[in-house]
């Protein structure tokens, strides 16, 4: 009923505010142009030959896309950035989600410490933990390997996973799980049979969340990882740093093949999550 | 919400025995407790070791000089002390303008229409492009022989092309590319948290569109604004990529991030990378606490309409 009422009032409220609504329309058009326009230049930079001058470049070619796969090797990269990744994704799950379970259903002393200091990874920026942690990990020897980069990419990740798991436990009622208890189940078959397939949704948020966030992790790895151990990234940071020495064209190739992973990783997350309510639901974890 | 410890009704008769444990259990105490273990283990070892470790470090100077001989040197060199000042002026105008442009974006975008979720979608994606692309991304587009000058110089906006790259505004723009996105999508989730019929009333009370916003929306709206404005304001406090590559690493938007970094892998010297690492926590949740404070005197409490609230 409500609604119904409410749709042509909510109009003529928009009608009315109308210069206003021009000028922020105005303002997203121009933001959205000019980033559609700093994509494509990448893009058509990376297919150009030449592009000296001129709105174009003289030709196209894929050749810049080849010449990339061998000389940054690629392959190998990928197959690095996958690993970590997928990893990273698996261990924060795997240690996250019985956190945030056990987070959310008992109040017990400490608890406002141990909510501190998930909360300080996620606010500290990476470079102010990541430098120390850089420097245990090389005494250690950890630095430079795969396990190194893992576990550094794990500091921010696992925190989020729990941030985020915390209010999707809250949602289930205590009910269910008294209730598998009471026909006999014991915790691992109430955690295997009840709990994670109530929780899928929130499981799948989290880790298409973590795997976005590591892909795109930049400082840590940066300063963790040597070559054989680098993500896609810090492998793109590290060309584009260079710049005379490696193609402009060739770094942009490396930069559309990045942006194509990104661009998969964020479709299949949309598919899944619907971005407000994660965000919405991270928000009140923290002002527990 | 009902999360207490549900009183344990089954298990009704306790031996004498187990009374420590019924009485830690009656305190959220209980084998529950196991699943936090390796999280807090993990949390414990690879970020409070290494922070307690590198505050330890960053007061045994390699220079000598006393266990405070870092921080008086850092201060002492006027190139060192403004890295602080230097990223200050880039996190904090980075993250007000990406919250103070997200408010109008989200409250023209918060109604249903059509197309409503692909635009939401095209605003979001720069999220995904990260810091490093969008520096890349920049170089072209906003270099001389790039398009937007090109624009420029065509319609005759601009005799000669405007100096955007390797510099302050490079950086800017950066930090606004990849932090409004993000921002923008935390102030669309706290303005759907308030109730339309609220601005509805008001507006059957006779106010304007200007009165509802100021009076209705953003005296709501604000504790989540001050939320998001420290969340963007973490993201564009540990700028790095993007100020040495569109930047000017050297000069004008040398961070406190760029200073750490060459401190610990261009001088080897980790006692003075973390006493910067460290300045760089306690600047930042400076700024944060100043703005959590300041929210803590704003009014919060529920955002719906209706009886009793």
């Known amino acids: ?288 | 919400m009902a999360v207490e410890a549900p009183a344990r009704p089954p298990k009704a008769p306790v031996p004498r025995r187990s009374g420590l444990r019924h009485r830690l259990a009656e305190r959220g105490v209980d084998r529950v407790l196991f699943l936090l273990v390796p999280a807090v283990l993990v949390v414990g070892l690879l970020f409070v070791y290494p922070m307690l470790y590198g505050v330890g470090l960053s007061l045994q100077p390699k220079d000598g000089g006393g266990p405070l001989g870092n921080y008086t040197g850092f201060f002492r060199d006027s190139y060192e002390r403004s890295t602080v000042w230097k990223t200050l002026r880039l996190a904090v105008p980075a993250a007000l303008i990406n919250v103070g442009a997200s408010v109008p974006i989200a409250y023209r975008l918060r109604g249903r229409f059509r197309g409503r979720r692909l635009l939401t979608a095209a605003l979001v994606l720069p999220v995904t492009l990260g810091t490093v692309l969008v520096a890349d991304g920049l170089l072209r587009y906003l270099g001389p022989k790039g398009w937007f000058n090109r624009v420029l110089l065509d319609t005759g906006l601009a005799d000669e092309p405007v100096r955007l790259i390797y510099n302050y505004w490079g950086v800017l723009f950066s930090l606004i590319i990849t932090g409004f996105p993000f921002a923008f999508l935390l102030v669309l989730a706290y303005m759907s948290g308030i109730d339309p019929t609220l601005e509805r009333a008001a507006a059957t009370l006779g106010a304007g569109p200007w009165q509802r916003m100021r009076r209705i929306v953003l005296p709501l709206l604000a504790p989540g604004l001050a939320t998001t404005f420290v969340l963007t304001f973490v993201l564009a406090f540990s700028v790095f990529p993007s100020a040495t590559l569109v930047g000017e690493p050297a000069g004008e938007t040398r961070v406190m991030a760029i200073a750490a970094y060459q401190a610990a892998f261009e001088k080897y010297d980790y006692s003075m990378a973390s006493t910067i690492a460290v300045l760089m926590g306690v600047f930042e949740l400076l700024v944060i606490s100043v703005a959590l404070l300041l929210r803590g005197r704003l009014y919060t409490g529920p955002a719906t309409g209706g009886k009793g609230s």
């Open chain 1, 1 to 288: 009923m409500t609604a119904t009422i409410a749709a042509p009032a909510g109009r003529r409220l928009l009608r009315k505010g109308r210069p206003g609504a021009w000028f922020v329309w105005a303002a997203v058009a121009f933001f959205l142009l000019n980033l559609a326009a700093l994509i494509l230049s990448v893009v058509v930079n990376s297919f150009g030959t030449r592009w000296f001058d001129g709105w174009l470049p003289e030709s196209f070619t894929t050749a810049w896309y080849a010449g990339a796969w061998d000389e940054f090797a690629l392959g190998e990269v990928l197959s690095v950035t996958l690993q970590i990744t997928l990893i990273v994704v698996a261990l924060s799950l795997l240690i996250g989600v019985p956190a945030g379970y056990a987070l959310a259903r008992r109040d017990f002393p400490g608890k406002r410490v141990v909510m501190f200091l998930l909360l300080l990874p996620v606010l500290l920026p990476p470079i102010t933990y990541g430098i120390p942690l850089a420097t245990v990990l090389y005494k250690v020897h950890l630095a430079g390997t795969m396990t190194g980069v893992i576990a550094a990419n794990l500091v921010p990740a696992l925190p989020f996973v729990i941030l985020v798991m915390t209010p999707f436990v809250e949602q289930i009622d205590t009910n269910v799980e008294s209730a598998a208890r009471m026909c006999g189940a014991r915790t691992r078959q109430v955690f295997a049979r009840v709990l994670v397939p109530l929780l899928l949704p929130g499981i799948l948020a989290a880790g298409i969340l973590v795997l976005v966030r590591t892909v795109a992790m930049f400082e840590l790895t940066f300063l963790v990882a040597d070559a054989d151990s680098q993500t896609l990234i810090v492998a793109l940071y590290s060309a584009a740093f260079t710049p005379g020495i490696r193609a402009a064209q060739a770094i942009d190739a490396m930069a559309v093949i990045y942006m194509a992973l990104s661009a998969l990783l964020l479709l299949v997350a949309l598919m899944f999550v619907n971005p407000t309510q994660i965000v919405a639901q991270v928000r009140e974890a923290p002002s527990e």
